[in-house]
């Protein structure tokens, strides 16, 4: 059986996969324009700066799409179904994700989202707000 | 047409065995097919001054077909941004000819995906890179990515399964006129949506095929066109793009490359989607048919599921729309982009037999690679 998929760290995103580590989702910022930028570069994709300066994301978002996976590769195949969505971060950067605490069926676009940092590997799961909450 | 736009014409196709070729290799799919294709053209090896290839077992396409076929080329290309790779080395080799670079441009490709059961919805381990963001959820490759954009499309503009579900059944209909075709059984808009979920939305039957498949396209010089076998079919327009790698770097979900290369390529031929009498795009799955339809402007933003309606681009119907069966269809050995470009060649020439388009002077191929990622576009003419 497949070996389960890993991030391997690099130098540019220790920070990020550290923060998740420590139960803390941290995202670049950069010092030139001020924008935030996701996944973490060495260079602003805006401004070209190479400074940034890593900071906690508000670790809440919405949906922006999602997918419930039924023919998963093979080290998932014990998963399905499952749901692996592409987040917006309030900071205004985009993130794939996979949703926890949810059923399938009750996932929509613009569903209200926070980061839910679990699992081995540990990773930045997302999972719906609570009703009157976010 | 004006003298200026004789710059170069593709002179010859051919496709390579397809389906499943056990114990062909891809190099061996692409020498036979570069060999029928020059024929058509009345070419040989010889004459073979520009290679064009991308994907096969090794890192330089290129340099691996001029090995086995004997041929020292004074322009070479293996650029690959996925399937639509070939679509974009037809322009590469419009430009290398108008530079005077070269004269006769083989663009070849093979894959034996099928026969070596070399796919996989993913590989495990290890991820780095940009792809340690991505490569971590479980998102089968690359078909979750294309869902994700469908369900997007869904959310924003209202479209429907029923609506994706057209685009498979149409080429379905296509396919049982091509002999060669791989899938040429009839199915109806029920079956696509009865088939069994990959990856919401998508069902098994918005999916492309996993065949083996090679072919090839011979480009010559427009000085060289008087002198070939065939009607040699003239490269009016090309245009290339991509707008990122993976699907978490789409700037909008819902927008291709194809907005670009498509733009580039009319622009350049002074044309425009009106002008088009028959279609070839890469149909991985049966929503990048809708997305690329918007992107090249046969219909607005958000309206193909509306455009594809009523079995409009089936046989008989009138927007013609790939006429081979397609990738969902006909073959996809994982980077279909030349199918686009020898289809839309033998439209021109009129060889199409029961699939015929009738009078088709002006085709546009449109291949799309990666993740949605990439886009290249080619509009071909004939006197």
């Known amino acids: 059986m497949t070996e389960r998929a890993f991030p391997v760290p690099d130098a540019v995103s220790k920070p990020f996969w550290e923060g998740i580590a420590e139960g803390v989702l941290r995202i670049q910022r950069c010092q030139g324009c001020g924008r935030h930028v996701f996944y973490p570069r060495a260079v602003c994709p805006h401004c070209a700066t190479v400074d940034f300066s890593w900071v906690e994301a508000s670790g809440n978002g919405r949906v922006h799409s999602y997918t419930v996976v039924h023919r998963a590769p093979a080290e998932y195949r014990d998963e399905i179904p499952y749901v692996v969505a592409l987040i917006e971060l309030d900071e205004g950067v985009r993130m794939m994700t996979r949703l926890v605490d949810v059923e399938p069926a009750d996932v929509r676009v613009d569903l209200r989202v926070e980061v839910a940092i679990q699992g081995d590997p540990r990773l930045p799961y997302f999972r719906p707000v609570p009703e009157g909450e976010g | ?383």
């Open chain 2, 1 to 383: 047409m004006s003298t200026a736009e004789r710059v170069a014409a593709i002179a010859g196709v051919a496709e390579s065995d397809l389906g499943d070729v056990a114990p062909k290799t891809s190099i061996q799919l692409q020498a036979e097919a570069a060999r029928e294709a020059l024929t058509e053209a009345g070419l040989t090896f010889a004459d073979v001054d520009a290679l064009f290839s991308a994907g096969g077992e090794t890192f330089a396409a290129s340099m691996a077909i001029g090995e086995y076929l004997g041929i020292r080329p004074r322009f070479t290309d293996s650029t690959n941004i996925g399937g639509a790779s070939f679509v974009a080395h037809a322009g590469h080799a419009y430009r290398a000819i108008a530079a005077g670079l070269c004269e006769v441009a083989l663009i070849t490709y093979g894959s034996t995906q099928r026969s070596q059961s070399s796919r996989s919805l993913g590989r495990g381990g290890g991820v780095r890179g940009p792809n340690q963001f991505e490569g971590v959820w479980g998102l089968p490759a690359p078909v979750g990515a294309y869902a994700l954009a469908a369900t997007r499309h869904m959310h924003v503009f209202g479209t429907r399964p029923e609506q994706l579900a057209e685009v498979a059944v149409a080429t379905r209909k296509w396919a049982s006129l091509n002999e060669r075709a791989f899938m040429r059984d009839p199915i109806t808009i029920e079956d696509v949506l009865n088939s069994r979920w990959i990856s919401e939305p998508l069902h098994l039957l918005d999916c492309c095929l996993v065949t083996d498949g090679g072919g090839a396209v011979v480009i010559v010089a427009g000085e060289r066109a008087g002198d070939l076998p065939k009607t040699p079919v003239w490269i009016l327009g090309h245009g290339e793009s991509h707008t990122h790698l993976g699907i978490s770097s789409m700037p909008d979900l819902t927008t291709t490359p194809a907005v670009y290369s498509g733009a580039a390529a009319f622009g350049m031929a002074g044309l425009g989607p009106a002008d088009i009498d028959v279609c070839e795009v890469y149909d991985s799955f049966t929503i990048t048919v809708l997305l690329t339809l918007e992107a090249l402007g046969f219909c607005g933003r958000g309206e193909s599921g509306d455009f594809v309606s009523g079995q409009r681009t089936a046989p008989g119907g009138d927007f013609p729309l790939n006429t081979n069966g397609g990738g969902l269809s006909y073959c996809h050995p994982g980077m279909y982009g030349i199918f686009t470009l020898i289809e839309a060649t033998r439209q021109l020439r009129g060889e199409c037999g029961p699939r015929q388009v009738d009078g088709a002077r002006v085709a546009l191929a449109n291949g799309t690679g990666g993740v949605l990622s990439s886009a290249a576009t080619v509009v071909v003419g004939r006197d």
